[in-house]
């Protein structure tokens, strides 16, 4: 009974290069959610997607990040041209049924640093 | 209105002791509160959560209390062990489904 998959656990790019983290969610889990930890700082909301839709993208920087959760395989969050500023650990959660009244589920998170 | 805000930021206690940490919110409209618990290098795990018509939930060594009337929100752990030690996140969960998170508290229990 796995958990939420997240990969690479660690990823190093140097400014400009693009940046692709992946997210399988927990089986039977059609609800993924993406936040970002910087450094000494809590959990930040990102971006809330259920297959093939983005539900609430809110907490999404306006430009160079973008997410996608296709009707086969898992959610993407990707980083174009990545900045200094963009080095965090991004976690991926899950939930059965979404909303306010469901439990959501982390992954392990994926490091990313930015030479 | 969208902020959860958690006291302290850093908390040592002794093995044995009671670890304390509170968390306050102005949205009224929040309506489940969950605790993470986060070790070094690992995600957030869940490790107990309260809705607002319940005023205390106990699960073995934790405990949350929920004061609806002044939006406060607080959990105890009781005979904390080193094992213990590890940032705590409270949150609330919005109409959307998103977490906000407070701004964590790191505990450490001393041996």
């Known amino acids: 009974n796995a958990g939420v998959m997240q990969n690479p656990r660690h990823l190093v790019r140097r400014r400009g290069q693009e940046a692709r983290l992946r997210c399988s969610p927990m089986?039977?889990?059609?609800?993924v959610y993406w936040y970002r930890q910087l450094p000494e700082e809590g959990l930040k909301f990102m971006v809330y997607?259920?297959?093939?839709?983005?539900?609430?993208e809110s907490g999404m920087p306006k430009e160079r990040f973008s997410a996608e959760f296709p009707k086969e395989g898992p959610s993407i969050l990707r980083i174009q041209q990545v900045v200094r500023g963009d080095s965090a650990a991004y976690f991926c959660?899950?939930?059965?049924?979404?909303?306010?009244?469901?439990?959501?589920?982390f992954g392990p998170g994926t490091r990313l640093t930015v030479l | 209105q969208q902020q959860v805000k958690q006291s302290p930021q850093s908390l040592i206690v002794q093995k044995g002791g009671i670890s304390i940490i509170n968390c306050a919110y102005e949205n009224t409209a929040f309506d489940y509160f969950p605790w993470y618990q986060q070790f070094p290098g690992k995600g957030p795990a869940l490790l107990i959560a309260i809705r607002p018509d319940v005023s205390e939930k106990k699960e073995g060594r934790f405990t949350i209390s929920f004061n609806k009337s002044a939006k406060q929100f607080s959990l105890h752990i009781m005979d904390s062990q080193p094992g213990d030690s590890a940032t705590y996140f409270c949150a609330a969960i919005n109409q959307g489904g998103k977490l906000i998170f407070g701004q964590g508290t790191e505990l450490s229990v001393k041996p």
């Open positions: 997607l259920q297959k093939e839709n983005i539900i609430d």
């Open positions: 089986k039977g889990h059609s609800h």
């Open positions: 959660a899950s939930s059965p049924q979404g909303g306010r009244r469901d439990t959501q589920y």
